[in-house]
């Protein structure tokens, strides 16, 4: 079995692909965002909702970006907490300041 360095070192990690959301609500938000696109589709001529649709893909380009950017910002401050955490544990058994 590969150590998670080597996954990740190999792109066989990838979070973005594993990450459902477990809240409740979601589906139900889904449902009703699909529902919402059929009733544009109807109601619109199909070059304006091909434009509706090229719009909330550029949103969903621009969510995804955030999103990264969270995640890496997360993944950051824990590092560094871990890090303060190392300090303090050295300072707590060794007596160093």
Known sequence: MKSFLEALYYGEIHPEENIVSRDPEY??????????????????STDDFDQLEIMLDLRSQTESLHVTATFAN????????????????????????
């Open 27 to 44: 589906r139900r938000i889904s449902r009703k965002v699909s529902e919402a696109m059929g009733m544009w589709k109807e109601k619109l």
């Open 74 to 97: 997360g993944f950051q401050l824990g590092a560094l907490m871990m890090i303060d955490i190392y300090a303090a544990k050295e300072q707590l058994l060794y007596g160093l300041k």
